[in-house]
């Protein structure tokens, strides 16, 4: 067991070393390179990818219990990679068909810029988006909450645009929680917020919402999202 602290770089290192690198046995001294026949995990698209490729070109199979990212539903870049939960491929159709159900005819798309989740949301959005028809990518951008400058330049573009009354949030956590606190920040939050799978069925609204508001479901009026 190997713990990757959320880290792409560790999660490379660790296999590594349990795939190439020797071990010390601490009750011999032995130095020994156990076989490896399955590796189960990481979480996070972006710590799969940066394995993947190490234990495909061992023949080493890889199952991951929470990486959704479209690109892995390449077998041809990913052949020993398998997982227990969806593409993503089927959240941006489900988002699509949200989108469709009450006419919307403009959005606009936020996602997490620095991983594969929110990069391959925000493509797969636009892909429905182009091949429907129905609706239209009014503003698309990327966040990170390691910027929250950029984050609140983000929020005041949105603002300043009357045509952007749905808001589709593809973001992980982290940063769809810095993101609602801008929005907040902003005096800005009569919009509708759709929300993906990563944030919409984990976050605590209370723990975003000032304490002296009585009610989060007036604080955000409308939020929607897939789980």
């Avoid at 020994?32 to 490729?53: K, N, Y």
């Avoid at 593809?170 to 009569?190: H, K, P, W």
Wanted: charged share 15%.
């Amino acid at each position: 067991i190997r713990d990757t602290c959320s880290s792409s770089l560790l999660s490379t290192v660790h296999t590594i070393n349990l795939t190439v690198g020797a071990t010390q046995d601490t009750q011999t001294d032995a130095t020994c390179t156990p076989r490896v026949q399955m590796v189960i995990g990481p979480a996070a698209s972006d710590e799969v990818a940066s394995i993947s490729q190490i234990l495909s070109s061992k023949n080493i199979p890889q199952i991951t219990y929470w990486a959704s990212s479209r690109v892995f539903d390449d077998t041809y870049e990913y052949p020993y990679l398998f997982r227990t939960v969806p593409s993503d491929s089927y959240q941006v159709q489900a988002l699509a068909d949200l989108i469709e159900h009450f006419h919307w005819s403009t959005v606009a798309v936020v996602a997490s810029v620095d991983n594969l989740y929110g990069q391959s949301g925000l493509e797969g959005i636009r892909e429905q988006s182009f091949s429907r028809e129905t609706f239209c990518i009014g503003q698309e951008h990327s966040i990170s909450r390691l910027v929250p400058s950029q984050v609140m330049s983000v929020i005041t573009q949105l603002k300043n645009d009357p045509q952007i009354r749905v808001i589709v949030l593809y973001a992980v956590l982290s940063d769809a929680e810095i993101f609602l606190r801008m929005m907040l920040q902003g005096n800005y939050t009569n919009v509708t917020l759709i929300g993906s799978d990563d944030w919409v069925n984990r976050l605590d609204f209370n723990d975003i919402v000032p304490v002296d508001a009585y009610d989060c479901n007036i604080v955000f009026p409308s939020v929607l999202g897939l789980a």
